[in-house]
């Protein structure tokens, strides 16, 4: 049994909703031992997880695995293993139930797919998990390793790996403070993002976003925690306000402590000047040897020692939130009952078996330790670990009631006195804190500290929640919701507005329309697309940015207030999404491409991934009502609202749709054209002529029309006004510049180039219709590939689709070929070609890109129209606009054409034409100024504008 593969989805997968491991396991010979069928194996596995039985499984209640473990024959290793997995978590303190293992088709391997809450511990518990299981199997079922190691590995230590993992999750997952803000947040509909590995969060998106860590939060003032954290400026500023505060002195020496503590007078406490979490605290100090002893505890925290008098009464911790009391804690120091007959060490011992104790902040109570402290408390006692105490005597191992060295807490909320009440508000705004924690000392809260004294000892920035939302007696407090209410009061936005684009093709130019409009509408948009990740038109990183990564990305930026995301099936397999939810989701289409990679074999695996985009939309799902596979989505999405994009005027469903007022675009044929129409609540909108889109080469580029419908509604759904989007298509082009690799044209030649990145059988088809309808008065050249992880069918499908619209072809392979040999996808085009009818003295092969591109431009006459299916987008372009050799009528390209060029020929490039003029361009990179679209009339702006903008895209 063993682990092939392992994905981390961090976001909605395919699986479920929130973030899962899966696991792909191969079983081997285990396949044929159900649990039932190994001895001993189900006995073990209980005896390490008792808890176990509290799984429910398929029976819907508890103990319902320990019988899928029992009955017939039993259940198979890789669906235990999932059980496993989430129980070790939850003893690791994670909420984690979800879980499903399904088979992947091949004998014996199987997906395990289970949840988790912080990453690493999820995927160490599934590697224990594992493990764990293998430990269990007797001898002849294990596995066995080629070569046995020179010294067998030691036997599984268990409940050590147990306890390892618990600390590992100390120390990652959220504590209990950040957690139960967290929660309240989510609770209230607020987005949270972990910026670290420790307790840093954002809440909310964008420009709205706040941060919190711990308890800390945005609005805390800097100058308030300083104060907080000095305990003498504290004291002083309480007790000038008037404010009850024992008398302090500071001193840096024993003798000095010594002499402080007499001044004030016995008994008195020593801690240090800015420690926390009750460290090198030493209270009840009744003599000059217990001061000298403490002094050097407390030193070692801080080089300043607080002597300050000693308060009788108990400790409370009052919880002052946004300038309103919201919870308080009587904590009571760690301590043991005795019972008359066992020791100390072995009372410790037995409260430490409560399961409500763990490590750390793991669980609401902490473990008791005998430690320095404890030992020093029971030696001024006269005892040590080895004392019996008499039946019912209470030992305090602890000076302070801090809950992270042991102690307990009581709530005592509903119990205080308004005038305590009043004095913690006053004393948290004395000092500055919108969150503060202060600690009162008196022997009765609910009596005024006037009447039976009492104070305030300490104030507290960024106090711990879990005494309050867990306390060990009393009534649990929501002190986390006013925080969040705090930094977003009802009514104030956190999220910003988030459009999430799939399909198989279409996405990136749809993406860059919906930008385009949200930017012309005042929005400072955030861009995710295959070529990077733009912030209000500004690339900032570059490369395929399309994933889980990017989105957080564009969601962490503070300026943004808007999102336009691009989400690729790629991304959607390894990480699912980087979002829990988004506004309007888009499928444009689904057909077939990168089928076979991944696990999605099939066209209605893959509509099933990117269904995934519009499952998660809560305003709009807006789907393509001419795609069979996209309209199915519709049953699957839970948006308020689902929109329709067609072609069609006469389909059927969408005419249903409008009718009973739903939203839909329909492309519409007029007197002077075709109109893209809005319909929506029975209300009739015309748009725009399609032949008014540049992008849509004067309504020819039938692709662009149905992105540019997808953009209308997108926008329209997001409540963008109707004048914007019309502005917004009408200044959108498909130059290099806005829309690198998507129909990008070039007029700087005696011939005309077009540059696209389509790389699939539906994308070459559809430029193919494009260019069957342009006006063209040579002939129609084209630069052909396929990249090389697609499937022969699907190259075939490609090259009948070129067959369609192209006189000549010339056949290249991708720099990477993706596994490939070289001058095998040019030859499975080839065959293709031919079998659609296209003479073989059309068709040349050219091997390398670079060199195809060039003999494509050599070839190209005046009057003919060159398309390229490009790879590296950057650099075909640069060849394009640095061609300077014009048409050749007797080129060496011209006479091989009549025959095939072998594979390994290569053209001579020509020298690049000088790049001088370049850097003296006068207009910027980044122009978002509105524009209609213009073609070329200068061939050495043309140039230069389109050589900065290619050098920009490579820096």
């Not at 030649?749 to 193919?768: Q, R, S």
Request: glycine share 10%; proline share 5%; aromatic share 4%.
């Amino acid at each position: 049994m063993k682990i092939l593969e392992q994905r981390i989805y961090r976001g909605p997968n395919l699986y479920a909703r929130f973030p899962v491991i899966r696991f792909t396991v191969d079983l081997g010979e285990l396949e044929q031992w159900p649990s039932a069928r190994i001895p001993g194996f189900v006995e073990g596995l209980l005896g390490r997880l008792p808890s176990l039985h509290e799984h429910t499984c398929s029976y819907g209640s508890a103990g319902g695995f320990v019988r899928r473990l029992r009955e017939d024959e039993g259940t198979w290793l890789g669906h235990v293993l999932e059980h496993v997995a989430i129980e070790i978590q939850n003893l690791a303190g994670a909420e984690v139930s979800f879980g499903k293992t399904r088979g992947t088709g091949r004998l014996g391997e199987y997906h395990v797919v289970y949840q988790y809450e912080e990453e690493r511990v999820g995927v160490e518990a599934g590697h224990l998990a594992l493990q764990l299981l293998l430990s269990l199997l007797p001898e002849s079922l294990r596995p066995r390793e080629p070569e046995a190691p020179a010294e067998p590995e030691p036997p599984l230590d268990f409940t050590f790996e147990l306890a390892d993992l618990i600390e590992l999750a100390q120390r990652r997952q959220l504590g209990p403070s950040t957690g139960s803000l967290a929660r309240a947040a989510d609770a209230r509909g607020i987005p949270w993002l972990r910026l670290n590995d420790y307790s840093l969060v954002q809440l909310g998106h964008g420009r709205y976003q706040k941060r919190i860590q711990a308890t800390v939060t945005s609005e805390t003032r800097h100058i308030a925690v300083e104060i907080a954290s000095d305990k003498e400026e504290t004291n002083r500023i309480l007790g000038d306000l008037g404010l009850p505060v024992p008398r302090q002195h500071l001193v840096s020496r024993a003798e000095r402590a010594i002499e402080a503590a007499r001044r004030l007078g016995y008994p008195v406490v020593l801690k240090p000047l800015d420690a926390n979490h009750g460290r090198g605290v030493s209270i009840n100090l009744r003599d000059d040897e217990a001061v000298r002893q403490a002094f050097d505890k407390a030193a070692e925290h801080s080089s300043t020692v607080i002597v300050e008098t000693y308060l009788e009464g108990f400790d409370h911790r009052m919880l002052v939130v946004d300038g309103r009391l919201v919870a308080v804690a009587k904590r009571i120091p760690g301590h043991v009952v005795g019972d008359g007959e066992s020791t100390i060490e072995q009372l410790v011992e037995r409260i430490n078996q409560d399961p409500r104790r763990g490590i750390g902040h793991e669980k609401v109570l902490t473990r008791i330790e005998l430690d320095h402290q404890a030992r020093r408390l029971l030696a001024l006692a006269g005892k040590d670990p080895r004392s019996v105490l008499p039946a019912g005597e209470v030992f305090y191992l602890r000076s302070t009631g801090n809950l992270s060295t042991g102690g307990t807490a009581i709530d005592m909320t509903d119990a205080v006195h308004p005038d305590n009440r009043e004095m913690a508000v006053r004393a948290a705004q004395a000092i500055g804190l919108d969150v503060a924690g202060i600690d009162f000392i008196t022997p009765d809260i609910s009596r005024s500290y006037r009447e039976a004294g009492g104070g305030i000892c300490e104030v507290n920035a960024a106090p711990g929640f879990r005494m309050h939302v867990a306390p060990t007696e009393g009534k649990p407090r929501d002190v986390a919701g006013p925080v969040i209410d705090m930094l977003f009061p009802p009514g104030t936005p956190s999220r910003i507005p988030i459009v999430s684009i799939t399909g198989t093709n279409g996405k990136t130019t749809t993406s860059r329309m919906v930008a385009h409009i949200l930017k012309m509408s005042g929005h400072t948009v955030g861009l995710c697309t295959t070529d990077g990740v733009y912030i209000d038109g500004e690339r900032t990183v570059v490369g395929d940015m399309t994933g889980p990564v990017s989105a957080q990305m564009v969601l962490r930026d503070p300026t943004v207030d808007a999102a336009v995301l691009e989400t690729a099936r790629g991304g959607l397999l390894r990480s699912g999404l980087g979002y829990r939810t988004n506004d309007v989701g888009a499928v444009l289409n689904v057909s077939g491409d990168h089928l076979g990679l991944g696990g999605i074999d099939t066209v209605e695996q893959l509509a099933d991934l990117k269904r995934i985009v519009v499952e998660v939309s809560t305003r709009c799902a807006v789907l393509n009502a001419d795609d069979e596979l996209c309209l199915r989505m519709a049953d699957h999405s839970s948006a308020e609202r689902i929109a329709y994009v067609t072609t069609n005027p006469r389909h059927d469903l969408v005419r249903e749709h409008i009718q009973a007022g739903g939203v839909a675009c329909v492309l519409e044929e007029g007197m002077n054209g075709q109109m893209i129409t809005i319909y929506d609540n029975g209300t009739h909108v015309p748009l725009l002529w399609t032949h008014l889109i540049p992008a849509t080469l004067e309504g020819k580029a039938r692709f662009n029309v149905i992105n540019a419908m997808f953009a209308a509604l997108v926008t329209w759904a997001m409540g963008t006004k109707i004048e914007n989007i019309r502005v917004g298509l009408r200044t959108f082009d498909t130059t290099f510049f806005q829309a690198p690799g998507r129909l990008n044209v070039f007029d700087g030649l005696p011939f005309k180039v077009l540059l696209d990145y389509a790389h699939n059988p539906a994308a070459v088809a559809a430029m193919a219709e494009t260019v069957r309808q342009l006006d063209v008065a040579g002939e129609r050249v084209c630069v052909l590939s396929a990249p090389g992880d697609r499937r022969d069918e699907d190259v075939d499908a490609i090259a009948r689709a070129a067959a369609t619209a192209f006189d000549r072809i010339i056949l290249r392979s991708d720099d990477d070929r993706r596994g490939r040999e070289a001058g095998e996808i040019p030859a499975l085009l080839r065959k293709g070609l031919l079998a659609a009818g296209m003479a073989d003295d059309r068709i040349v092969h050219v091997e390398e890109e670079e060199a195809a591109v060039d003999a494509g431009l050599r070839l190209a006459k005046a009057g003919d129209l060159l398309v390229i299916f490009g790879d590296d987008i950057t650099r075909c372009w640069k060849q394009v606009i640095y061609f300077g050799g014009g048409p050749r009528e007797q080129t060496e390209v011209g006479r091989l054409v009549s025959g095939p060029i072998p594979v390994a020929q290569v053209l001579p490039t020509p020298e690049p034409v000088s790049t001088d003029l370049v850097d003296e361009a006068s207009e910027p990179v980044h122009d978002d100024r509105p524009r209609l679209h213009q073609r070329a009339t200068s061939r050495l702006v043309v140039d230069a504008r389109g050589a900065r903008m290619a050098r920009e895209r490579n820096d």
